[in-house]
């Protein structure tokens, strides 16, 4: 303020020998620019354009030139002549002076040591609007993401910085949405300006305790000293699935499935059992095929592509403002977007609000107020069409027969007694009820910064949040009727089924969890250059406290369906819903310092420490210290370079090394001793059911922070000013301290009397981050390429384990997430080769069993002894992407192909959650012909092993209807798959008006086409490369084709 | 610059302290230790489905031929699924993990409920002693010789030793007569289901047969084991202290506590005098699925289960109402068989021309819903053999999807008292004292004494007895083991049931195989083996020798 009070006095004093320059910044399209830096040469006297690219300055008689500059572009130096000055500038291919985002302030590219990477709002906004986490694949280097379902608001990627490091708790990086920790999947890509990713240490080290996993930054956009400027983004999209396998129709279903049941009599005969009847004749099957089936049980249905099939429908509008004066500026956005399942009566609606404000009160105060409110409504049907979900609809709809009519002959649906129960994959989607979950989040910020006035450079700034999110859910569940047969049936009718699938009387659940915030961070920042040297320090204490809880309850038996409250559920005791409830806490502080230092901007030195405190550590372990020091020489700028400075114009060397800490215990409190209650009764003691209380793990008094000791070195360069870039940083981290439990590691017989968290274990990680980039333009032909490729592998270097293990089971020198089996060598071919064969399962082999390999040659195939490693973790090694855009007059065009390899996938084998089933080794639906009574996919009959067929890839035809040996279902090789993909994740074509089409009112009006996972090359064909680990069915990931207009006013 | 508050105490759970200051929280813990017995309610451990070890049996036939509902006929007729890697018949970990937190309460009882007076410490101690004694009958039932734990260990103390047969039970026997020393006899309406004195003597008493029966028939013929088995020459002694605890029962008895029942209600009433340890249920929140799991399917159309059904091999063995045999030789008994039999008959069995909730059930082949089906590939969820399983089933439910099942389940009947008492006693050389027992149970079943003079016959009748009386109970898989006759009449033989076809006005039964496979039960399985997850991890035990 005392600045421009000084230059004011400046200029009234020399208004009189002075002129008023006026004029209009372009770019070459000749768009105007807003905002750009107008300085008087040799003068300290600057202003910036307005909305329409307008400036007006006053310029005395000793100054003549004006610089122009604006970030992206070059700076222009203009020699005035007249009152009017226009310039045009010409976009720049250096990213030097591109401003990036680092923890807790920014910095110039050309100036930051760590391993930084940025994304900026145009570079994202190439993909179609939806869950941001989907947006970054192949984006960035040193991101790896896996999107495993498809599903309208649960469409999340996992995502990983650098791969991962430690094999115990979250392995997910934390997210900082302005300076506090916050989720971003649901922010509108509209209000947000960057997101960059802290990889190293040193970048890292002052958010401590929540650092180990990376960090991202996302900044939202904030208002510019220019007129108000509107900007209107709306889109409408049509998504279908990437890939879901064909299954097989009605009578190629009655078909195969007779077929498999010869190969069961096979069976049965050479174990000793009667051969059973085959269900269908062959008239059956003829009848259906050629149309004259009479039999009221059969017809042909494809349920699966019944429930999947569709295309659906979303759409997304967004509307922004930004603008302001010296004083006060302002950002809002609104902005909605809709999508559509192609599941029947799955959609999700999300309405994001923003306002950050900023305003300078006097010269010494200024304040930030930013106030995010946003709404998600998730619909699902009452059985929830979650990959996770037991009785699924996919899993309904992979195993209910295509033998059947879609509906009986009195107009109810059909249904199959599959093992689980009576199933009918679009009666459960349309008829089962609904789940709706609201969740509204408020976030605030209020920022206070203060220039202490009496020391030139020292500011201090008090950073307080408060975040609200609450989410309510409903859930009606209603029985719903169908007519079902059961298996094997293949005369007489349906009969009525009231209770599918367990559902016996309408039930209403209601429940409602919060969680706040509350965020205190104040610190003092000190900026100083004497001379050649350049000094910042920082200093702050942060302060957080999470606190949440939930409770549920519901009603059942309602006599009235179509109010669907609580009051109106019935009020007998015997129906009602016992309520739950529960709290949780979490409180953490620190104190960070950070010192950064430049001589001549080429000699760059770093160092950051914080001091963390975590309630999850016993008060003995609860302070950790997490130093981090880096330096960076800027190569370029030494008197040695000479003329190499004309191709490599700029070339920074850099390294860093720090400490970060993880505090994910296993159980809260794992240093107490305590006692918990059931949340249900478990026992009828005095005709009463009592819940009980039971003890929680033993404490460990022990505990303390687990570390993550991360090194990181590295390059920069620009060559032919930027018209080549490099940005390559290799890694090393060594954790150690991993906090993991042990209970794997005792015998049963001691009770489980272990503590649920140890500091156990050391593992490292290593890899390298690259990005190149291109940037280029041939007349009116802009163009750039760049390309990201990150690689990472861990590995465990000690864990806990059972030194009883042969050395090919030991986890100890293999990376973390390997996939234990046993190693397939062919299938027996024979009853002779079978009789003789060995199995770690039970039961009789048979002809087209795999053959296991006897690792310690004892003649025996046993889980203790012949299981090994055979295939890599889910996560991929490897992530690339190749983004190529370009724009010719008013055209404009952006792919991009995104990549991963190094990652393995099981089709059957260990369960991981997927339908509700974890640590259970069997089979699935890609794996055994007519797994649990259902249908099959097409490819799976056509390759299962017969004896016609001796060389398939998957084993005996079966129908299911004869107790094989579970043998095939262990772990093993067979059923693990490459699945290495390369993808065009985005491609976006786009064409601006030109100018003298419409009313200058408007100042821009782009229409774009774009498509989303258009096209997958990989090994799997019929599934898609990323879906979940051995499942029954799941939201298949979503292709996109959508159409679009940008209107800025 | 002072820091905030970090140091928040935990919202969700109690410290340790306060649980033992507080008699009212020790009970809260306590009680939470007899959900354990709901593993075992209506005989559903070790298979997971109810009555599924009677199903390894000549008493029922499950109708499932697929794994899950059907593994236990996978079972009966494969002994080669059961090995180290999978034991089948799988307690051990959730065994020793009740154990463990029974240790744990039994540690913190003596060493920080300073408060509580010392009788009602001993009353702790004992319920305690009694669920460990249960829990570990079963674990000993199984493995023969099990890691012998008495206090809390920790990982410290992971390598333990397998103890000797002999000192399992021994040690079993020693937890229950703790519990019948210090539990009291009766409890107040508000701790109905809790542990009693009578409920620890009959448990040591059946301890005691078990002990005793292995002693006079394992005699180390069926593996080369070194703790397994327990030297002929205790027999005598553990007859007799089963003997002695069975007559602790008939005192309490004779004080009014335990009476035999009526058989045909006594299962659908939750007070039963017959009762010495009862597991209770209540709607909505504890219930289980007895009912929609046997009976016949249209009570429950599409979605009745019908795990198991009687074969005719149990269905013959119910004798006349004036206590002679039945038998299809005879053509007069073979053209009316389901008439003029004992009582308990008509309780347990639902055959064809049995009424049943307002209706009379067809169970010929000419009922395509709920009349016999040949056993198979399928899930059949009818009846192979002609029978529905009647014992058990609420004939009052008449909503069972909605309303589930919650009537009692009697761990523990004063008719078991008697069985054990008589076969006790019988051992002993006490004929008299044994006929005694056994003759009051067939008195107040309706059945005239018993006409068995010498122990073999004694022995003879109290089989058949047991099979009858007890049978869905969960005992006749585990009293052939202890008799070791289990590879003899389980092994190479297929079951049956009767197969009614109409003819004329009539009904023609052929009796019909149900099982697709021959049965097996090989010398080995009489000792399941200790899982391999115990062996590969407990470094100072050893697989039982055979496995």
């Known amino acids: 303020m005392s600045l421009m009070l000084c230059m004011f006095c400046f200029n009234i004093a020399a208004f009189s020998q002075s002129k008023v320059v006026t004029g209009t910044v372009t770019d070459k399209s000749n768009l105007p620019i807003p905002g750009v830096s107008v300085k008087v040469k040799g003068s300290s006297r600057a202003t910036v354009t307005d909305g329409t690219g307008k400036y007006s300055i006053s310029l005395d008689a000793n100054h003549t030139a004006l610089v122009f500059s604006y970030l992206g572009f070059a700076p222009k130096e203009v020699t005035v002549t007249g009152v009017t000055a226009n310039a045009t500038l010409d976009e720049s291919n250096s990213q030097l002076d591109e401003v990036i985002v680092v923890g807790y302030g920014t910095q110039k590219k050309s100036n930051v040591i760590g391993s930084v990477a940025q994304i900026n709002s145009a570079d994202l906004k190439q993909a179609p609007t939806m869950n941001i986490t989907n947006m970054l694949a192949g984006r960035l280097p040193g991101i790896t993401t896996v999107q495993s379902s498809g599903r309208p608001g649960a469409d999340d990627a996992t995502i990983r910085v650098r791969g991962t490091s430690t094999y115990a708790g979250g392995q997910g990086p934390t997210v900082i949405v302005d300076g506090v920790e916050r989720s971003f999947a649901q922010l509108d890509p509209n209000e ?26 996302v900044t939202t956009k904030r208002g510019k000293s ?27 279903y009655m078909d195969w499935f007779s077929r498999a049941e010869t190969l069961d009599n096979d069976y049965r005969i050479n174990v000793g059992m009667d051969p059973s009847p085959l269900t269908y004749n062959q008239q059956q099957i003829d009848a259906l095929r050629n149309g004259t089936n009479t039999n009221p049980l059969f017809g042909n249905t494809d349920w699966v592509g019944a429930l999947l099939d569709k295309k659906s429908l979303s759409q997304n509008h967004g509307i922004t403002v930004r603008g302001g004066t010296e004083k006060v500026r302002y950002f809002s956005s609104v902005g909605y977007l809709g999508q559509d399942g192609v599941v029947e009566n799955t959609d999700f609606k999300r309405f994001n609000l923003r306002t950050n404000v900023d305003a300078e009160l006097n010269s010494i105060l200024s304040v930030a107020f930013d106030l995010n409110a946003r709404m998600q409504n998730t619909t699902t049907p009452g059985i929830s069409p979650d990959n996770t979900a037991y009785m699924n609809p996919f899993y309904q709809a992979v195993r209910t027969l295509p033998n059947m009519p879609m509906y009986a002959e009195n107009g109810l649906p059909t249904a199959y007694q599959s093992n689980a129960g009576y199933v009918n994959p679009l009666a459960a989607v349309s008829q089962s009820g609904y789940q709706k979950g609201e969740t509204n989040v408020f976030q605030s910020n209020l920022t206070f910064n203060v220039k202490v006035p009496w020391v030139e450079g020292l500011s201090a700034k008090v950073l307080t949040s408060f975040d609200k999110s609450a989410t309510e859910n409903k859930g009606w569940l209603t029985p719903y009727q169908l007519m079902g047969r059961v298996r094997g049936q293949t005369s007489g009718n349906f009969t009525l089924i009231s209770n599918p699938p367990g559902i016996t009387v309408n039930t209403l659940r209601q429940s409602y ?40 309850t519901g009603a059942r038996n309602f006599a009235l ?22 709290s949780d806490i979490q409180a953490r502080n620190g104190y960070v310092g ?8 080429k000699y760059l030195f770093e160092v950051a420490m914080r001091a963390d405190a975590s309630l999850n550590f016993p008060p003995e372990g609860r302070w950790g210290y997490f130093p981090g020091v880096g330096l960076g020489w800027v190569a370029s700028e030494e008197a040695f370079f000479g003329n190499l400075k004309n191709t490599v114009s700029f070339l920074k060397l850099k390294a860093t090394y720090g400490v970060l800490g993880k505090d994910a215990v296993q159980t809260d409190f794992p240093y107490l001793s305590a006692f918990q209650l059931n949340t249900n009764p478990v026992v009828v003691i005095g005709g009463t059911p009592l819940a009980a209380l039971y003890t929680a793990s033993p404490p460990n008094r022990d505990l303390t922070w687990e570390r993550h000791k991360m090194t990181n070195v590295g390059f920069q360069a620009e060559l032919w000013n930027g018209k080549f870039g490099v940005d390559f940083d290799c890694f090393y981290t060594v954790v150690t301290d991993v906090l993991t439990g042990r209970g794997s590691l005792y015998p049963p017989s001691l009770g489980g009397n272990v503590p649920s968290t140890f500091n156990d274990g050391i593992t490292d990680n290593r890899g390298f981050d690259l990005q190149l980039r291109h940037k280029n333009n041939i007349g009116k032909f802009n163009y750039s390429i760049t390309g990201n490729f990150n690689w990472a592998r861990n590995k465990i270097i000690l864990i806990n384990e059972n030194q009883n293990l042969p050395a090919w089971q030991k986890r100890t020198g293999r990376p973390i997430g390997e996939k234990l089996g046993f190693v397939v060598d062919g299938f027996y071919q024979n009853w002779e080769e079978a009789r003789n064969g060995t199995s770690p399962s039970a039961g009789f082999l048979a002809p087209g069993y795999f053959r296991y390999k006897d690792l310690n040659g004892d003649g025996r195939i046993t889980r203790d002894a012949d299981m090994t490693f055979v295939g890599r973790s889910n996560l991929p090694e490897i992530m690339y992407g190749l983004n190529l855009q370009a724009s010719y007059g008013g055209f404009d065009f952006s792919a991009l192909f995104q990549g991963a390899a190094l990652s393995s996938l099981a089709l059957g084998g260990l369960y991981e959650g997927s339908s509700g089933t974890s640590g259970i080794e069997d089979n699935s639906p890609f794996t055994k012909t007519f797994y649990g009574y259902g249908n099959s996919p097409y490819y799976l009959v056509e390759q299962s092993w017969t004896p016609d067929n001796p060389n398939a890839k998957y084993p005996r035809l079966t129908s299911g209807g004869v107790s094989l040996s579970p043998h095939n279902a262990n772990q093993n090789s067979g059923f693990i798959i490459k699945n290495d993909y390369l993808r065009l994740k985005t491609i976006q ?8 089409v419409f009313n200058s009112k408007i100042d821009r009006v782009r229409f774009y086409v774009s498509g989303f996972n258009l096209f997958t090359w990989d090994k799997l064909k019929y599934l898609d490369p990323e879906m979940p680990n051995v499942n029954n069915g799941f939201y298949p990931q979503q292709k996109m084709i959508s159409g679009g207009v940008n209107l800025t006013f | 610059m002072g820091s905030c508050k970090i140091d928040y105490d935990p919202l969700d759970r109690y410290t340790d302290v306060a649980v033992y200051q507080n008699p009212a929280n020790i009970r809260s813990y306590i009680i939470g230790m007899y959900s354990e017995f709901n593993t075992f309610k209506f005989g559903s451990f070790p298979i997971g489905y109810d009555n599924a070890t009677d199903a390894l049996t000549d008493l029922m036939k499950y109708s499932s031929g697929v794994s899950g509902n059907g593994t236990v006929n996978i079972l009966a007729s494969d002994a080669s699924r059961v090995n180290a890697a999978g034991p089948q018949l799988n307690y051990w970990s959730t065994g020793y993990a009740r154990i463990r937190r029974l240790n744990e309460f039994l540690e913190g009882l003596n060493t920080k409920a300073q408060g509580l007076d010392e009788n009602s410490k001993l009353a702790f101690e004992a319920e305690a002693r009694f669920i460990r004694g249960y829990v570990y009958f079963w674990l000993v039932r199984l493995h023969g010789s099990v890691v012998l734990v008495d206090k ?80 002929q020459a205790k027999a005598q002694e553990y007859y007799t202290n089963a003997s002695d605890a069975a007559d602790e029962v008939k005192k309490l008895a004779a004080q009014g506590i335990y009476a035999l029942d009526d058989f045909a209600t006594m299962f659908t009433n939750k007070n039963s005098k017959e009762g010495l340890f009862t597991m209770y249920y209540s709607r909505p929140l504890i219930t289980h699925q007895q009912d929609l799991g046997f009976v016949p399917p249209s009570d429950a159309p599409g979605q009745a289960l019908v795990y198991g059904v009687p074969t ?16 299809w030789a005879n053509p007069t008994l073979a053209a009316n068989p389901y008439a003029n039999r004992e009582p308990r008959f008509y309780a347990t069995v639902l055959y064809n021309g049995s009424a049943w909730k307002g209706r009379t059930l067809n169970t010929t082949t000419s009922d395509v819903i709920e009349g016999i089906t040949e056993y198979g590939a399928a899930e059949a969820k009818r009846t192979v053999t002609g029978y529905y399983a009647k014992k058990f089933l609420d004939q009052s439910n008449t909503n069972i999807i909605v309303n589930k099942s919650d009537q009692s389940w009697m761990e523990m009947r004063y008719a078991e008292v008697l069985l054990i008492d008589a076969e006790a006693k019988t051992k002993i050389n006490n004929i008299g004292g044994a006929k005694t027992s056994l003759n009051e149970l067939r008195t107040k079943r309706g059945l005239p004494n018993t006409p068995s003079q010498t122990a073999p016959e004694m022995m003879t009748a109290i089989e058949h007895e047991r099979m009858v009386e007890l049978a869905f109970e969960g005992h006749r898989y585990w009293d052939l083991r202890r008799w070791r006759k289990a590879h003899i009449v389980l092994n190479n033989i297929r079951f049956t049931g009767h197969r009614g076809t109409p003819a004329g006005t009539g009904v023609t039964y052929q009796t019909v195989t149900v099982d697709n496979a021959n049965r097996q039960f090989t010398p080995a399985l009489y000792y399941i083996p200790i899982p391999l997850d115990e062996t590969l991890k407990n470094n100072a035990i050893t697989q039982i020798k055979g496995w």
């Open chain 1, 513 to 552: 969890s919060q969680n706040n915030r509350l965020t205190f961070q104040p610190s003092l920042n000190y900026n100083k250059t004497i001379g050649d040297h350049t000094f910042t320090v920082l200093a702050l204490y942060e302060w957080s406290r999470r606190k949440s809880n939930v409770f549920s």
């Open chain 2, 312 to 327: 005719a091999e149990l269905v013959n063995e119910f004798e006349m109402s004036d206590g002679s045999k039945f038998s």
């Open chain 1, 989 to 996: 074509l786009g064409y601006t008006l030109p100018k003298t």
């Open chain 1, 594 to 601: 950070r010192i950064n230092y430049a001589f001549k901007e």
């Open chain 1, 192 to 217: 947000i300006e960057s997101i960059s990713v802290l990889k190293d240490a040193v970048s890292s080290a002052v958010y401590g305790l929540q650092a180990a996993n990376g960090i991202i930054l």
């Open chain 1, 226 to 252: 220019m007129s108000p400027k509107v900007s209107y983004d709306g889109a409408i999209m049509q998504n279908s699935n990437t890939r879901f396998p064909k299954f097989l129709d009605g009578p190629d």
């Open chain 2, 152 to 231: 809390l260990i920790g990982p410290n103390e992971k390598d333990n030793p397998r103890s000797s047969e002999e000192d399992c039970y021994k040690f079993v026997a020693a937890d229950f007569a703790f519990a019948a020393q210090y539990l009291p006899a009766t409890r107040d309406a508000a701790n109905t289901g809790r542990a009693t004195k009578g409920a620890a003597y009959g448990m040591l008493a059946r301890t005691w047969l078990y002990a005793a029966s292995i002693a006079e028939n394992d005699k180390k013929q069926f593996n080369t084991d070194e703790l397994t088995g327990i030297p």
């Open chain 1, 561 to 582: 369906s179509d109010l669907q409250e609580i009051d109106f559920g019935s009020s007998a005791t015997n129906d009602f819903i016992s309520p739950t409830g529960n």
